[in-house]
């Protein structure tokens, strides 16, 4: 049994050269980035009682960056204070992430593994499945994997892509066929999964739901912002019970 599914990988492999350029095919996720980041800090700030006083809000917490790509989130949670580890399938996107954070003099921990080859014995304070679990050959083995990895009380956040007519319009004829954003077969509309179906999944292995939040796009200001409308992007926040 395995999460990996080898095409998938190789997708991402073929692309990982571009993960750090925000004209290159991962573009959209730079523009992104800071709508999730700001999503995810905010609760993990509620979460834990930090305060905002500083720049380094996250200092202390053990965070997992799973299917970490280039390390696009793993440098600004570390930037924020945050002891982060990052795995990905792809031994690529490891070397490319490994080699932007000794550039930028950022001490992340980069593993080129799944999460349910991942030694579990030092567990996280928070992981992150940010527009992975679309791309995973056993999504029940996936979660099972992450619930082992997380402590009790930790958050868990998994940002994904509704399976919707919606989502089929914007994320694979828009984004890939009309904008060009991603290269054509990025996605697999049939891979997409209705956040009842995710929820349902994480409460099987022992997550509780603390939040669901969409998140939608302005093709005029060319602008991320959260939203209550989930049936494109969206990000569930879970508790391990």
């Known amino acids: 049994m395995t999460t990996i599914n080898k095409k998938e990988i190789q997708k991402f492999s073929n692309l990982a050269d571009e993960w750090w350029d925000v004209n290159g095919k991962f573009k959209p996720l730079h523009i992104f980035n800071p709508v999730r980041i700001d999503?995810?800090?905010?609760?993990i700030t509620e979460h834990y009682?930090?305060?905002?006083?500083?720049?380094?809000?996250?200092?202390?917490?053990?965070?997992?960056?799973?299917?970490?790509?280039?390390g696009l989130v793993s440098e600004p949670m570390c930037r924020l204070g945050a002891k982060v580890t990052g795995i990905d399938a792809s031994e690529k996107n490891i070397k490319i992430a490994d080699l932007h954070a000794q550039k930028n003099k950022l001490k992340i921990k980069y593993l080129n593994t799944s999460p349910e080859n991942f030694p579990h014995e030092d567990k996280f304070d928070v992981i992150l499945n940010l527009e992975i679990v679309e791309h995973v050959e056993d999504l029940d083995l996936y979660i099972?994997?992450?619930s082992k990895l997380l402590k009790p009380n930790g958050l868990m956040f998994t940002a994904t892509l509704n399976r919707t007519f919606e989502s089929y319009v914007?994320?694979?004829v828009g984004a890939e066929y009309v904008m060009r954003w991603l290269p054509i077969g990025t996605h697999d509309w049939n891979k997409f999964i209705k956040p009842v179906e995710l929820k349902k999944k994480l409460e099987k292995y022992n997550f509780s739901i603390l939040d669901t939040k969409g998140v939608v796009y302005n093709i005029f200001s060319g602008i991320w912002k959260r939203s209550n409308d989930c049936s494109v992007n969206y990000i569930i926040t879970s508790i391990k019970n």
């Open 39 to 43: 999503y995810i800090t905010e609760k």
């Open 144 to 146: 099972e994997a992450c």
């Open 170 to 172: 914007k994320a694979i």
């Open 49 to 70: 009682n930090f305060q905002k006083k500083d720049a380094l809000s996250l200092s202390g917490l053990k965070i997992l960056d799973i299917g970490c790509g280039g």
